[in-house]
Antibody
Framework: EVQLVQSGAEVKKPGESLKISCQGS????????ITWVRQVPGKGLEWMGRIDPDDSYTNYSPSFQGHVTFSTDTSNSTAYVQWSSLKASDTATYYC???????????????WGQGTSVTV | DIQMTQSPSSLAASVGDRVAITCRAS??????LAWYQQKPGRVPKLLIYLASTLQSGVPSRFSGSGSGTNFTLTISSLQPEDVATYYC??????????FGGGTKVEIK
């Protein structure tokens, strides 16, 4: 079964650092981008950016550039997003989702993680 | 950046009604438009990709149409289990891959 499993809920204080994870299984991790999506409570979906696990190439949304950092560890099929200094406005649920590369890009974000709740 | 505008932001319809949600891109995005369904308290789920292709397992009452800048998600016969918020997203080659603001669908 193809799935993305995210790390558990976090409660942090402003100014603290945080790294949350998204582990893929059931598919070849390096052949799908990992996209990160934020959802503030009661609000819509926001595309934060994406990372290509094959070469760590990243695209960040201008709204998140400089405030978050994406990374991957292909040895354990895991993607990460990290904050060096959290703000109260980072309180949200964060989802990871995969997007195929090459021909498979056409299928969109077909598999999502269960979400990680972050409270600052 | 390309903006994605959905309308309406919410709607209420009766079971069995035909429902249409529109999504407009500020610039052309060809067919690279996806629709997602998010039920209350749940993870978003891919419904349609490439503007009109139904994801495997999605009921056939859902359909998508459009290209360029104007797109539509149609539910041919609204069911109680379709209560959700629906989002469009552009996913052409140019980031950011923006979502629309969402359309909340309720039963009247």
């Amino acid at each position: 079964e193809v799935q993305l499993v995210q790390s558990g809920a976090e409660v942090k204080k402003p100014g603290e650092s945080l790294k949350i994870s998204c582990q893929g299984s059931g598919y070849k991790f390096s052949t799908y981008w990992i996209t990160w999506v934020r959802q503030v409570p009661g609000k819509g979906l926001e595309w934060m950016g994406r990372i290509d696990p094959d070469d760590s190439y990243t695209n960040y949304s201008p709204s998140f550039q400089g405030h978050v950092t994406f990374s991957t560890d292909t040895s354990n099929s895991t993607a990460y997003v990290q904050w060096s200094s959290l703000k109260a406005s980072d309180t949200a649920t964060y989802y990871c989702a995969r997007v195929g590369t090459g021909y498979n890009y056409r299928y969109g974000m077909d598999v999502w993680g269960q979400g990680t709740s972050v409270t600052v | 950046d390309i903006q994605m505008t959905q309308s309406p932001s919410s709607l209420a319809a009766s079971v069995g009604d035909r429902v249409a949600i529109t999504c407009r891109a500020s610039q052309g995005i060809s067919f690279y438009l996806a629709w997602y369904q998010q039920k209350p308290g749940r993870v978003p789920k891919l419904l349609i990709y490439l503007a009109s292709t139904l994801q495997s397992g999605v009921p056939s009452r859902f359909s998508g149409s459009g290209s360029g800048t104007n797109f539509t998600l149609t539910i041919s016969s609204l069911q109680p289990e379709d209560v959700a918020t629906y989002y469009c997203q552009k996913y052409d080659s140019v980031p950011p891959l923006t979502f629309g603001g969402g359309t909340k669908v309720e039963i009247k």
